[in-house]
């Protein structure tokens, strides 16, 4: 495989970008070589520099549900462009993908958009911490939300993968208004509300944790949390952001009869644009300025483009939902990855979203459960399937997602030569 454009380009960024990224797993670190430089993607397929052909199964880390450049977007988006790039003024596009999404959660009221999923949930605590007129935050143990101070304790991928617990340059005075404690562990938040539970402003948890592995929790488990924050007089705030509308129209949570204060989303609502939001109930979120005391505000907030992205990915979701599709691809790669026929290549999968997790044993609930053989074998045959078309995204704690675009030849495409790549594990692990 010729990559001699893309390593050129790499040689570049090394020397204008931080690690040569502008985000940390970008830079395969964890699973060795230097990473693709892409050109183009359209549908399922994206082309590197050096004209390299591959199925993408990162897809930005999960917001192209419909894939690379779906023609209704790109037109979407254009036609927004034509009539101004931004106005830091209101206009009729952030109602349309207010009105969209708040649709889909019955009695919130309110939607305050932003342009990451990182303000989502900064923005989310501030108004918890406001409405309980308390400072603690409680977070899981492998939950990723962003990279805001408070967050970045025991977060998920990215330092996982880099093997740092905090982050450096967080004041430990931020660090410690946050508590971390195990998921699936009913002692431990039992514990935690018994300890604290006065001082608690939020619980920040996905109901559907997608950034250690994925790792599936128990919806009686999710629900009793739920429980032990409304009791304490905590808020709930469910970070959808990679859940929220990728595997139903609305929120993963409320699905599974969780009713949470605050919902977070990103990711598939901006239609692959810069886009996150906060959705509540009026009470809470017209505490925001400028009715309420909460100040949050955004120079590109709500702007133009991401808006008609958002609006266009949405109304095509909602008119045309895809989802018992896109559940039946992933049974479909599920089914073709178990032909393997291995007990150490597991999947674990929740609709288009689809952990590879090449261990054997129990599929893990915790991220202290991912056997480290799984992450080297991972980085193992991460180069190999690259160089024959797959890219897959570049962590063995990073999901896979699909989209509209995949075929059920590529996914099978996939099964075989992930196969192929493990029945030659001895050799390239070897030469690495
Ligand atoms: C659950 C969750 N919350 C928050 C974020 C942060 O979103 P962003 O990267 O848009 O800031 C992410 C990003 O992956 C996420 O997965």
Same mark, same amino acid.
């Given at each position: 495989?010729d ?7 790499y ?8 690690g040569g990224?502008n985000?940390?797993?970008r ?6 070589g ?5 050109r183009?993607?359209?549908?399922s397929?994206c082309?590197?520099?050096?004209g390299?052909?591959?199925t ?6 999960g917001?192209l549900i ?12 254009r036609r927004?462009?034509v009539?101004?790039?931004?106005f830091?003024a ?5 109602l ?14 309110r939607l305050r ?8 949930v ?15 935050v ?6 990723y939300h ?14 996982a ?8 340059g967080?004041p430990r ?5 946050t ?5 699936d ?5 039992r514990g ?10 939020a619980?920040?948890?996905e ?13 009686d ?7 032990l ?5 905590a ?11 990728r ?9 599974l009869g969780?009713d949470?204060?605050?919902i977070?989303?990103?990711k598939v609502?901006?239609g692959g ?13 017209d ?5 309420g ?15 008609a ?11 045309d939902?895809? !989802? /018992?599709? *896109?559940?039946?691809l992933? +049974? &479909?790669?599920? %089914?073709a990855?178990a $032909?393997?026929?291995?007990g150490d290549v ?25 056997e ?9 045959v991460?180069?190999?399937l690259?160089?024959?078309g ?6 063995? !704690? /990073?999901? *896979?997602?699909?989209?509209? +675009? &995949?075929?059920? %030849?590529?996914?099978? $495409? ?6 192929a790549?493990?029945?030659?594990e ?7």
């Open positions: 495989m990559l001699r454009r893309s390593r050129a380009a040689a570049r960024a090394l020397d204008a970008l931080p990224v985000s940390p797993v830079a395969f670190r964890r699973v060795g230097e990473p693709v430089f892409f183009s993607g359209r549908g397929r082309t590197d520099l050096d390299n052909q591959y993408d199964y990162c897809l930005s880390w917001p419909h894939g690379h450049a779906p023609q209704p977007v790109v037109e979407a988006v927004a462009a009539d101004g790039l931004s830091g209101c206009h009729e596009r952030e349309e993908l207010a009105e969209l999404v708040l649709a889909a959660f019955p009695g919130r009221r958009a932003v342009s990451s999923g990182t303000e989502a900064m923005t989310a605590v501030r108004i918890a911490r406001a409405a309980t007129g308390r400072d603690l409680v977070k899981f143990d492998g939950g962003g990279h805001a101070d408070g967050m970045l304790v025991k977060a998920g991928s990215g330092l993968t880099h093997a740092i617990a905090d982050s450096a967080v005075a931020v660090a410690a208004t508590v971390v404690a195990p998921f562990d009913d002692a431990a938040i935690v509300f018994a300890e604290l539970g006065r001082q608690i402003a619980v920040v948890l109901p559907l944790p997608a950034n250690n592995g994925l790792l599936v929790q128990r919806p488990w999710l629900r009793s949390v739920a429980a924050a409304r009791r304490a007089g808020l709930l705030i469910l970070d959808e952001v990679i859940s929220g509308f595997l139903r129209y609305g929120g993963y949570g409320s699905a969780i949470a204060d605050l977070t989303l990103g609502i901006g644009m810069a886009l996150g939001a906060v959705v509540g109930p009026a009470e809470l979120m505490r925001l300025a400028p009715d005391a909460v100040y949050q505000a955004g120079t590109l907030s709500g702007n133009p483009l991401s808006m992205a958002g609006i266009a990915a949405l109304r095509s979701l909602r008119g939902p895809p !989802y /018992e599709r *896109l559940e039946r992933g +049974a &479909h790669l599920q %089914a990855i $032909r393997i026929g291995r597991q999947v674990q999968r929740v609709g288009s979203i689809v952990w590879l997790y090449l261990a054997a044993g129990e599929l893990p609930r915790r991220p202290g459960g991912v480290p053989a799984a992450v080297d074998r991972f980085g193992a991460h180069r190999p690259l160089e024959r797959h890219y897959l995204p570049p962590s063995a !704690y /990073e999901v *896979l997602f699909l989209s509209t +675009a &995949h075929t059920a %030849a590529q996914v099978e $495409r996939l099964a075989a030569d992930l196969d790549v493990l029945k030659a001895h050799s390239f692990v070897s030469e690495r």
